[in-house]
């Protein structure tokens, strides 16, 4: 469980204002509000990335997280990244063709870095998966592909994803941050 009480942030304005919530077991989120509205910031204080300024947060959770650019260890390969960050070897390519796993990561398309981001955020082992913008540089057919790779990987945890797009999002609580 991840509980919000009162959490205020701001930085040159403020950004998340007063704002309650609790994150259970095993439910999808869905964060979601046009540019600008605190939709990363609000991630960010969930995984204790920043402090919030006012209210109390409380969690004892582990989390895996596919950032909105992929932080990625671009002169290393697919398979390295994937080895480091989920501490597994030998994993199946789903999401990432065979041919490109022995690729450095600096050589693929923004899509493949995503793709990549996502899988290794779904394979490291942790009690919550944050999604913050997933379908970024991703058509139509990939971010179906991503979904239901998503779907089948979430493995009883609680997910978050934070997005403008909510087509995608039916069976999620929304949480509209406009």
């Known amino acids: ?24 077991k095993p439910q999808k989120y869905l964060i979601c509000g046009k540019s600008g509205c605190g939709k990363t910031t609000l991630i960010n ?18 989390f895996s997280c596919a950032f909105q ?10 398979k390295k990244n994937i080895e480091i960050f989920t501490k597994k070897q030998g994993l199946p390519a789903e999401l990432l063709t065979e ?3 022995n690729q ?14 996502i899988f290794i955020a779904c394979k490291a082992g942790s009690d919550c998966l944050i999604l913050d913008e997933p379908f970024n540089n991703l058509d139509e057919a990939s971010i179906k592909e991503v ?14 994803v934070s997005s403008h ?3 995608h999002f039916k069976d999620f609580q929304i949480i509209n941050l406009n």
């Open 1 to 24: 469980m991840i509980k919000l009480t009162n959490v205020s942030k701001s930085f040159n304005q403020e950004v998340i204002h007063n704002f309650s919530y609790t994150f259970k």
């Open 45 to 62: 204080l969930i995984m204790g990335l920043i402090d919030c300024d006012q209210g109390k947060i409380e969690n004892k959770l582990t």
């Open 69 to 78: 650019y992929p932080r990625l260890l671009e002169n290393l390969s697919c």
């Open 99 to 101: 041919n490109i796993l």
């Open 104 to 117: 450095p990561v600096k050589t693929l398309s923004g899509g493949q870095k995503q793709k990549l981001s």
């Open 147 to 160: 979904i239901n790779f998503i779907n089948k990987n979430i493995n009883g945890r609680i997910l978050i």
């Open 165 to 167: 797009l909510t087509d």
